[in-house]
């Protein structure tokens, strides 16, 4: 069966492509779709509304199974109406640059004792066809939780300051002075969960 992935960015697609390879799924792109793409505004209030409002543009667009994902950023220590969720960047109205970003962050988390302890809530909304949707934004699909501590390693990656500023659970040390990493595999194991579930309406699995 063909899906469409709703994204451009290639490495995300072959990175799900390969969590998916054990499914009956040839999936695609929006590169690979050679017809002009809606203008979506991403106005949901939650990761799960804007991967919702994403896969329901494209399938009115291309009229082919679909699904999208967004993500947003929370925090334990934090209330909900505090968590930075779809807005990690833009705080109280402003677009932080990256050393505005590192300097916020390590303020909250001097706050709270001098860390903090978040992870990336991952949402996926998929739809077969008109009468058939299904969505999670279960914890099986977010990211390993992670330490944002007060004082920056001093690697800088531009476009990912929060990276300078996380320390690894397990080991205590920053991420960037850890051998490589792979922090997807429990990611990868949601969802294909979350497809697996749906076994039963549609033959995925190889």
Not at 37 to 48: V, Y
């Amino acid at each position: 069966m063909k899906i469409l992935y709703g994204t451009t960015n290639k490495a995300k697609l072959q990175a799900m492509r390969t969590a998916l390879e054990s499914f009956d799924i040839e999936l695609i792109g929006l590169g690979d779709i050679h017809s002009e793409l809606p203008s979506i505004n991403e106005n949901g209030r939650t990761p799960l509304e804007n991967a919702e409002i994403k896969a329901r543009a494209y399938y009115e667009a291309f009229q082919i199974p679909v699904f999208s994902c967004d993500s947003g950023l929370y925090f334990d220590e934090l209330q909900e109406d505090d968590q930075p969720g779809l807005h990690v960047r833009r705080i109280n109205g402003k677009e932080l640059t990256d050393d505005e970003m590192r300097e916020h962050y390590a303020a909250l988390a001097a706050k709270h004792g001098g860390r903090i302890t978040g992870r990336y809530r991952n949402a996926i909304y998929f739809i077969l066809d008109e009468e058939h949707h299904y969505s999670s934004m279960d914890m099986s699909i977010a990211t390993e939780p992670f330490i944002l501590v007060t004082e920056p390693h001093p690697k800088r990656v531009e476009g990912f300051p929060l990276d300078s500023l996380s320390v690894d659970i397990a080991t205590g040390k920053y991420y960037y002075d850890l051998d490589v990493k792979d922090v997807s595999t429990s990611v990868d194991d949601g969802v294909r969960t979350f497809f697996g579930a749906i076994e039963s309406i549609v033959e995925l699995r190889r």
